[in-house]
C-alpha cells in the first residue's frame, strides 16, 4: 500500500525566514496531494492541495511543488510568521481503483513540528 | 467547506466500557472517515463510513472493536467498543463533500482518556 514519508520531524526558523518541508510516496498511482497544519488541540486545517496534473501551486506565502518522476512534494512557507508555528501533515491520496476499495482514501505522513522564533 | 461537529469533545473512561461518538455535518456528504490520532502522532484512518451499508476497516481495525454507523449523508457514529488505556487518543470525524472532490475535511475531534 502506498507509505508517505516526511521530512524533517521539526524544523526552526526564524521569524522571516522561508520554511521548506519534504514528502515522499510510494504508490505512483497517488494523484492527489494535500497539506493540513495542525495547530495545538485543535483540528487538522487543509491549507494547499495539489494534483498529480499540475506541477506547482501558489496561495500567498504557501507553494506545494510536485515531482512526479521522482514522487516527492513539498511544502514551501516564505516570510514565516510566529503564527506559522504548528504541526504540518502532507498526504497523498490512494485512487480507490489501485487497491480494490470504493473510494479514494488519504496516507498521511508524520508530521513536522515548525517552530518560528520571533 | 461543511461544518462538522463531534460530541462529546471528550471523555474520560473506564476500561471494559464502550463510548459512541457521533459525528454531524451541516450538509450532504458523500464520505465520512474517522480517523484516529495518538499523542504527538499523525492521523490513521480507521474506516470509512458508508451510507446504508457496513464500513471499510483498514488493516488492524476490526468491527467488533471499532463499530461504525452512518445511517444518512449527515450523520455517522464511532463506537470504541471494551476499551483499554491503549484506546486512549484522539478520535476524528472526517467529511469529503461533492463526488468529484478530492478536498477532505476534520472535525474538532473526541479526545478520549481511558482510565
Known amino acids: 500500500g502506498e507509505n508517505v514519508e516526511q521530512h524533517p520531524s521539526t524544523l526552526s526558523v526564524q521569524e522571516g525566514d522561508s520554511a521548506v518541508i519534504k514528502c515522499t510516496y510510494s504508490?505512483?498511482?497517488?494523484?492527489?496531494f494535500p497539506w493540513y497544519k495542525q495547530e495545538l488541540g485543535k483540528r487538522p486545517q487543509l491549507i494547499i492541495d495539489?494534483?498529480?496534473?499540475?506541477g506547482e501551486k501558489k496561495d500567498q506565502r504557501i507553494a506545494v511543488t510536485l515531482n512526479k518522476t521522482a514522487k516527492h512534494f513539498s511544502l514551501h512557507i516564505t516570510e514565516t510568521q510566529p503564527e506559522d508555528s504548528a504541526v504540518y501533515f502532507c498526504?497523498?491520496?490512494?485512487?480507490?481503483?489501485?487497491?480494490?476499495?470504493?473510494?479514494?482514501?488519504?496516507?498521511f505522513g508524520t508530521g513536522t513540528l515548525l517552530a518560528v522564533q520571533p | 467547506s461543511a461544518v462538522i461537529s463531534q460530541k462529546p469533545s471528550r471523555d474520560i473512561c473506564q476500561r471494559g466500557t464502550s463510548l459512541t461518538i457521533q459525528c454531524q455535518v451541516d450538509?450532504?456528504?458523500?464520505?465520512m472517515f474517522w480517523y484516529r490520532q495518538q499523542p504527538g502522532q499523525s492521523l490513521t484512518l480507521i474506516a470509512t463510513?458508508?451510507?446504508?451499508?457496513?464500513?471499510?476497516?483498514e488493516s488492524g481495525f476490526v468491527i467488533d472493536k471499532f463499530p461504525i454507523s452512518r445511517p444518512n449523508l449527515t450523520f455517522s457514529t464511532l463506537t470504541v467498543s471494551n476499551m483499554s488505556p491503549e484506546d486512549s487518543s484522539i478520535y476524528l470525524c472526517?467529511?469529503?463533500?461533492?463526488?468529484?472532490?478530492?478536498?477532505?475535511?476534520f472535525g474538532p475531534g473526541t479526545r478520549l482518556t481511558v482510565t
Open positions: 495539489i494534483r498529480s496534473n499540475v
Open positions: 463510513a458508508n451510507q446504508g451499508s457496513e464500513a471499510t476497516y
Open positions: 450538509s450532504q456528504v458523500t464520505m
Open positions: 498526504a497523498a491520496s490512494t485512487p480507490a481503483l489501485h487497491y480494490g476499495g470504493a473510494t479514494n482514501k488519504l496516507i
Open positions: 504508490d505512483s498511482a497517488s494523484n492527489y
Open positions: 472526517s467529511v469529503r463533500g461533492l463526488a468529484a472532490s478530492y478536498e477532505q475535511y
